[in-house]
């Protein structure tokens, strides 16, 4: 069986980055105020939240727009929408 790692299977997608338009913001206040856990570093499929220097950090670039992280947030600490139209994900196999 064939199994590639998660980088190269998100390798395959193609994504139209919506330049100065993140679709993700991290309320930094409310995530050290209220989150204990840090849950969207552990759900999120695509690796898309990182910690560094305390801070919680969205590289919303490689979102795969599923939503996860919202529902795994129980700080309500994370601004999340769907990019504008024409930007975002583009799934596609091969």
Sequence with gaps: MNRLP????????????????????????????????????YVCPANVYSEQNGRIMADWAGCLECGTCLVACPSDALQWVYPRGGFGVIYRSG
């Design 6 to 41: 998660v980088t190269e299977k998100l390798a395959v997608n193609k994504y139209e980055l919506d330049e100065g338009h993140p679709h993700i913001a991290v309320n930094e206040e409310v995530c050290r105020a209220k989150c204990k856990n840090l849950a969207c570093l």
